[in-house]
């Protein structure tokens, strides 16, 4: 198993992709600590999952908006577990707007969760491993919109486009420490951040028409690369973005 002896807090991770990537690295032998902020029930079925698997889990509550609740998640898993070794910034969300609509609380709440909330739930954890002299790993899932615009999610776009560059500056402030950080960036995952496109036959077959791969992924097609990113096999790779798109990113077409 690559995550033996290992501890990884997995944000938003009752649900979507966070529930695949707890999942994941609980197989791979990591003890999880579960971040979920509005759904206990669905956090308790993914820590029984973990138990299924025969490893550990803690589940946490924390609104990420707010940095007082980011380090007490932290601090939690760190005095339940003895430490904490991969962070996984994977709660986020999306609200849909034309530019000239979109409100104040709405840019306040996608930048705080998507953009804030991963400063600082890495901040967390890096004064951890430097004070456990630990070459941790951290890594954030973005978007193919780090790089691709998206029409009205400005807001949304500007976020992950800042965890970019988190990534870079941090894979270089970092490095000398061991520790890495990479971004995993997904195209169209079918989750309920996408219920709408989901609901929707005529426009998923248009998303679908875009995907050379001609599907929307799995949950479970993120969580196969997150899991040898937090391994030691990937111990010399950090700064970088990897996407898991099915194609989508690079399908321009002349119609
Ligand atoms: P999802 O809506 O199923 O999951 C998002 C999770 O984030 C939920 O568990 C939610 O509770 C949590 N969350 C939101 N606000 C929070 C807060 N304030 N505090 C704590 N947790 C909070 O969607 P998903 O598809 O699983 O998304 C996971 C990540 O993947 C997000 O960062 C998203 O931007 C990214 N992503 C998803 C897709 C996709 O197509 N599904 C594509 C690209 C990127």
Known sequence: MKLENKVAIVTGGSGGIGQALCDRLAREGAKIV????????EAQKVKQEIEQIGSEALIVRADLSKVREINNLVEEGINYFGKVDILVNNAGLEKRADFWDVTEEDYDLVLNVNLKAVFFSTQAVVRHFRET???????????????????????YCASKGGVKMITRNLAVELGSMGITINNVAPGAIATPINEKLLNNPEQLKKVTQNIPLGRLGEPEDVAGLVAFLASDEARYITGSTFYVDGGLLWNYQEQ
Do not use: C, K, M, Q
């Open 34 to 41: 579960i971040n979920y902020r509005s759904h206990p029930d």
């Open 133 to 155: 002299n630990n070459p941790g790993r951290i890594i954030n899932i973005s978007s193919v919109h780090e790089e691709l615009p998206f029409p009205h999610f400005t807001a």
